[in-house]
């Protein structure tokens, strides 16, 4: 359990790919029976312990198969397009970092036509919760964390954006989620998130317009 990060002015979003921007509907307890990996172990993970180079690969194909199948099958998620299209006018730098392979990411992507200033699978940094991922693209945007909203659906993303200093952002999608105290804002869709920053860009702008007019009346 901790504290998340607040929010203030976002500068830059980051999001999660899967039941973030647009749906999946892999089935991971079938996948770990399939794999024989216990339910309480993360599956990339257990994929990556296995010692044996070749059974590795194996398991990771049999993973790729099956999240090209889910891409090929996903649909957008509500209010993405808005959202996406919000952030373009306010010249926001968006990223995807998803714990998909790349070939599966860019085919959802690619479908929806969704356009990112970059995009970052499990082949580039070790998966979330690692943060690696998240302080690359923090370098690259050359923003303080702080100024950078992740958005996910999952414990995996608040622990990500946490790691990284970042205020995060938590996707429900109208379920009712056990960890919702640790994401800096919940919304149940992206359209919530699209008048957070909206309300939030206002508020910013009429602070600006207070400070210089007190400043030219020498207030």
Not at 79 to 103: D, E, F, K, M, W
Not at 105 to 117: C, G, N, P
Not at 178 to 204: G, K, M, W
Request: hydrophobic share 40%.
């Amino acid at each position: 359990m901790y504290t998340p990060i607040p929010y203030n002015m976002i500068s830059g979003v980051i999001f999660d790919l899967d039941n973030t921007l647009v749906s999946s509907a892999l089935d991971f307890d079938w996948l770990r029976q399939q794999l024989c990996c216990a339910a309480d172990i993360d599956l990339l993970q257990y994929i990556a312990d296995i010692p044996d180079a070749t059974h590795r690969k194996q398991l990771e194909d049999k993973v790729i198969e099956h999240e090209i199948i889910d891409a090929r099958q996903s649909s957008i998620m509500p209010g993405c397009h808005a959202l996406l299209s919000y952030l373009r006018q306010q010249n926001i730098p968006t990223a995807v970092v998803t714990r998909n392979c790349i070939q599966a990411a860019k085919l959802k992507i690619e479908h929806h036509q969704l356009q990112f200033d970059r995009i970052v699978s499990r082949e580039d940094f070790p998966p979330k919760p690692a943060p690696d991922a998240l302080f690359d693209i923090t370098q690259q945007w050359q923003l303080a964390p702080q100024n950078i909203l992740y958005v996910g659906d999952y414990i995996y993303d608040l622990q990500a954006a946490f790691r990284a200093n970042m205020p995060s952002c938590l996707v429900t999608n109208g379920d009712d989620l056990p960890f919702t105290d640790q994401a800096s804002i919940v919304v149940q869709r992206l359209d919530s998130l699209t008048e957070i920053l909206r309300e939030q860009a206002c508020r910013l702008q009429r602070e600006h317009v207070r400070v210089v007019t007190n400043v030219q009346s020498g207030n």
